[in-house]
């Protein structure tokens, strides 16, 4: 199912990625519209939207999992619930990014995103997304942090023509790291960034990883 109207100068690809909202049984009523439902071997990966809010909220509550993201602490209900509604505007920036929920055998893992450059110095809009990925500690290191980028980044270059895929983390994120190598990422720079509260390594600064579209289709 593809939806007609779409915004001038998006490529081709795209429209065949859009779903009518709520056309499809295994699609949230209201999941965002021109955000494809994706899946791999393992994963089913949903359009974020409202009935998720209490899965974010379970996943920033561990200290662990928010070890190296924000001011290092795990986040409050009321917090969540606030950038639960970023996240959802993520959705609406650009046709077809945005932030998408993971399952695997219906049991909720984490979340993925691919969403356009909010900083201006981390390039332009157009052809570019930032590539993220949050699990819930008890499904670590099984591969699949792994695998549901692998499927965002096919996505991202092969279904809505992006040119370039980048995606950052705290130097001393060794597990973040690795799965951007796993999934094709090369490191580009690192870069030091002013935080009011900064977090243990943060002396050591933050480094982008990216793969061009060309790199992707050579690998
Ligand atoms: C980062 C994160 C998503 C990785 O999830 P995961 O499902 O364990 O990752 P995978 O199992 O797919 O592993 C991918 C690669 O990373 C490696 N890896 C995973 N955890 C690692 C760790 N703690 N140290 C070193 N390497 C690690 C794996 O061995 C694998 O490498 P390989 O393909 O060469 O074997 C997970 O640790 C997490 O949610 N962390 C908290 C949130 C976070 O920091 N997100 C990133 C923000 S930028």
């Not at 007609?4 to 779903?19: E, I, N, S, V, Y």
């Not at 955000?35 to 998720?52: C, I, M």
Request: hydrophobic fraction near 35%; include cysteine; glycine fraction near 10%.
């Amino acid at each position: 199912m593809t939806l007609g109207r779409l915004p001038a100068g998006l490529p081709a690809r795209t429209d065949r990625q859009c779903k009518i909202k709520g056309t499809r049984a295994d699609e949230a009523e209201d999941a965002p519209m021109c955000q494809a439902t994706l899946r791999t071997g393992r994963l089913r990966l949903v359009p974020l939207s409202e009935e998720h809010l209490e899965y974010e909220v379970e996943l920033d509550a561990d200290p662990e999992v928010m070890r190296y993201l924000g001011d290092g602490r795990a986040r409050s209900r009321e917090d969540v619930e606030r950038r639960h509604q970023h996240r959802l505007a993520a959705a609406k920036r650009v046709v077809g990014l945005g932030f998408w929920v993971g399952f695997v055998d219906g049991q909720f893992v984490g979340w993925w995103i691919l969403e356009p450059p909010e900083r201006a110095n981390q390039g332009p809009i157009d052809g570019q997304a930032e590539l993220g990925y949050r699990l819930l500690r008890r499904y670590w290191r099984k591969g699949l942090a792994s695998e549901g980028a692998r499927e965002l980044v096919r996505h991202g270059f092969e279904d809505l023509g992006l040119t370039r895929i980048f995606a950052e983390t705290m130097t001393v994120n060794a597990a973040s790291r690795a799965t951007m190598t796993a999934v094709g990422l090369q490191h580009v720079r690192t870069f030091h960034t002013h935080w009011d509260e900064p977090i243990s390594g943060s002396e050591l600064g933050e480094v982008e990883y990216a793969i061009s579209r060309e790199q992707w289709l050579a690998r």
